[in-house]
């Protein structure tokens, strides 16, 4: 079983920064893919970015070139910078882990751990 606990999210004006931070309770870096993803209200759960043995990483196109996902092994830490931020990033953004994974990859079905969640609101 492993444990994943968010934390990092907040409330910012449109353009602004936030780095969300996901502490796993095993390590994760070598054979496990992570992702983060995202829930605004009234749509379906979409993946942001995934990263496998710390370098392969996946973007969606909306975020691609504003978000940086990585991870710090020593840490068991997985951090999603997220910059440029629009309102329509406004959700509950979820680390995601599955194991026995090598290719990064945004299927939030194919993820078996789930964190709780922590909330991003982007005001215009």
């Known amino acids: 079983q492993v444990q994943l606990v968010e934390s990092g999210g907040g409330s910012v004006q449109s353009g602004g920064s936030l780095r969300l931070s996901c502490v796993a309770s095993?390590?994760?870096?070598?054979?496990?893919?992570m992702g983060w993803f995202r829930q605004a209200p009234g749509k379906e759960r979409e993946g942001v970015a995934s990263i496998s043995s710390g370098v392969i990483t996946r973007y969606a196109e909306s975020v691609k070139g504003r978000f940086t996902i990585s991870q710090d092994k020593d840490k068991r830490t997985l951090y999603l910078q997220m910059s440029s931020l629009k309102p329509e990033d406004t959700a509950m953004y979820y680390c995601?882990?599955?194991?026995?994974?090598?290719?990064?990859?945004?299927?939030?079905?194919?993820?078996?751990?789930w964190g709780q969640g922590t909330q991003v609101t982007v005001s215009s």
């Open positions: 095993v390590y994760t870096y070598s054979d496990y893919c």
């Open positions: 995601a882990a599955r194991p026995s994974c090598f290719f990064a990859n945004l299927d939030d079905s194919r993820y078996t751990y």
